[in-house]
């Protein structure tokens, strides 16, 4: 008999966390129960909003959004904590985000974030859903810093992008988890389009206020895009870190989206993202029925 209760990890990594939400459709539809969510980041906000039950008006909001929405929402004013403010953006998931605590969810759940203030991990399994989930995704120096009872936190990823040692996992169910670092692709980098876009515009405009800020305390010309080197520091470190997670737990069923599928801030591309969460987890679903299929009884095997 194949078990179909599920806890499921998942992990943070920007707008690629769009496909959590393919993801968790494919183990809906194919006859899964999410019994236990444990999420970092946009981990945390999908799986948040899918406890809370409103995962189908999130999914709507995103694959509507074109590419001025997301420089709409940005709200960039350069500050010592971030360049994004993410007033806008945390008011709109506010719709989204019931306003409960996580303790009153119908199954549990955990946000991990980074307490800077005192060097730790902080796992939210109690208390407001929307301060856990804000907290959990204030990706450092990008989005502002969260303060929760006098401690400043930050995006969970810098200390565990993949929190599979904080889920609650019953004896019956299976362990899946959504890697959203997974080694790029040689494929997804090959069909890149070199076309300069809108969003190439954007990441110009923030390096741009990164380096006149860089430029003007340090009294020199500022070549480097700053933004560029912090992003993929974040994802180099991300990605470690879930090698180094994987490497101690393994789960029963894991997805892989590669760290080149989407950039940080690409959630106008919401529709084929979480067509790929979607693909993805369900080949694995159909892989691993077709595998406990043809492994033999062995009460049969040996005529008991």
């Known amino acids: 008999m194949i078990q179909k209760s599920v806890a499921l990890v998942l992990s943070s990594g920007g707008a690629r966390g769009l496909a959590h939400i393919g993801a968790i459709e494919a183990l809906l539809d194919n006859g899964y129960v999410i019994t236990a969510i444990a999420g970092t980041s946009m981990g945390a906000l999908v799986g948040g909003v899918y406890a809370s039950g409103n995962l189908p008006a999130l999914k709507e909001f995103f694959t509507n959004l074109g590419k001025m929405d997301v420089i709409r929402l940005m709200d960039l004013a350069l500050s010592k ?37 005192n060097h730790r991990e902080v796992i939210f399994r109690h208390g407001n859903l929307m301060d856990a989930i804000r907290a959990s995704a204030a990706v450092p120096t990008v989005l502002s810093p969260h303060m929760h009872e006098q401690s400043l936190l930050v995006d969970g990823g810098v200390v565990n992008p ?143």
């Open 81 to 117: 904590q971030g360049i994004i403010k993410g007033e806008r953006v945390f008011k709109e998931m506010k719709r989204f985000v019931a306003d409960v605590n996580i303790e009153e969810l119908p199954i549990p759940f955990t946000a991990i974030a980074t307490d800077l203030t």
């Open 162 to 304: 993949l929190p599979m040692n904080r889920i609650i996992v019953m004896p019956e169910n299976l362990l899946v988890a959504v890697n959203l670092n997974a080694p790029k692709s040689t494929d997804l980098l090959n069909g890149k389009s070199t076309e300069k876009t809108t969003y190439d515009k954007l990441l110009n405009l923030v390096n741009n206020k990164w380096n006149n800020l860089i430029a003007e305390k340090s009294k020199r010309t500022v070549k480097t895009g700053f933004f560029d080197i912090l992003s993929n520091s974040l994802q180099m470190m991300q990605q470690r870190l879930t090698e180094n997670a994987l490497s101690i737990q393994q789960p029963d069923i894991l997805v892989n989206i590669p760290v080149n599928s989407a950039d940080m801030f690409e959630f106008y591309r919401a529709v084929e993202l979480i067509q790929l969460g979607y693909d993805l987890m369900d080949n694995q679903l159909k892989n691993r029925k077709e595998h406990i299929e043809t492994v033999p009884n062995m009460a049969e095997v040996w005529h008991i």
